[in-house]
Antibody, heavy 119, light 107 residues
Framework: EVQLVESGGGLVKPGGSLRLSCVVS????????MHWVRQAPGKGLEWVSFISGSGSYIYSSESVEGRFTTSRDNAKNSLYLQMNSLRAEDTAVYYC????????????WGQGTPVTVSA | DIQMTQSPSSLSASVGDRVTITCRASRAIPTYIAWFQQKPGSAPKSLIY???SLQDGVPSRFSGSGSGTDFILTISSLQPEDFATYYCQQYSEYPYTFGQGTKLEVK
């Protein structure tokens, strides 16, 4: 069974940092690219970043470029999102999601981890 | 960025109804569109990719169509568990972008 479990969310002050993790099971992690997607309270979905299976290719949205870093450790079946210089508008539930093998979009999602940026 | 515009933003319907939700892309995305379902307090669930291909395990009452800029998600006969918010997403180019969502409510 495919499982994705995020952790690391919490309350942080503006300008602070947080590192999210996503541990996966039920599939060969290194063979799959991954996405981060977020959802602000009461709002829609926003794509955050993509990382290829090897970690060689990374794309990020303009809204997080230069502040957030996406990485992975295939030996630990783990995906990461290092978030620096956090702003109030980064407050959201953050989901990791697996990219389909045969299409650019997502097939499986984690349950999400909430991040609140507030003084 | 490619803008995805869904309509309607909300929709009231009854069990057994046929429902359609549309999504328009600001420029052509061939068939690089996906649809997701989300219930309150839960993660999104993948329904359709490639405009018309069903994710494994998704009931056949869900279908998708369209190409280029105009797309449709159809639920042929609404079931109680289908009341949720639906999102389209283009994955033709980065940044991937989502529609604003369509909330499907009980009439």
């Amino acid at each position: 069974e495919v499982q994705l479990v995020e952790s690391g969310g919490g309350l942080v002050k503006p300008g602070g940092s947080l590192r999210l993790s996503c541990v996966v099971s039920g599939f060969t992690f290194s063979g799959y690219s991954m996405h981060w997607v977020r959802q602000a309270p009461g709002k829609g979905l926003e794509w955050v970043s993509f990382i290829s299976g090897s970690g060689s290719y990374i794309y990020s949205s303009e809204s997080v470029e230069g502040r957030f870093t996406t990485s992975r450790d295939n030996a630990k079946n783990s995906l990461y999102l290092q978030m620096n210089s956090l702003r109030a508008e980064d407050t959201a539930v953050y989901y990791c999601a697996r990219k389909r093998l045969t299409a650019g979009t997502v097939d499986y999602w984690g349950q999400g981890t909430p991040v609140t940026v507030s003084a | 960025d490619i803008q995805m515009t869904q309509s309607p933003s909300s929709l009231s319907a009854s069990v057994g109804d046929r429902v359609t939700i549309t999504c328009r892309a600001s420029r052509a995305i061939p068939t690089y569109i996906a649809w997701f379902q989300q219930k309150p307090g839960s993660a999104p669930k993948s329904l359709i990719y490639g405009a018309s291909s069903l994710q494994d395990g998704v009931p056949s009452r869900f279908s998708g169509s369209g190409s280029g800029t105009d797309f449709i998600l159809t639920i042929s006969s609404l079931q109680p568990e289908d009341f949720a918010t639906y999102y389209c997403q283009q994955y033709s180019e980065y940044p991937y972008t989502f529609g604003q969502g369509t909330k499907l409510e009980v009439k």
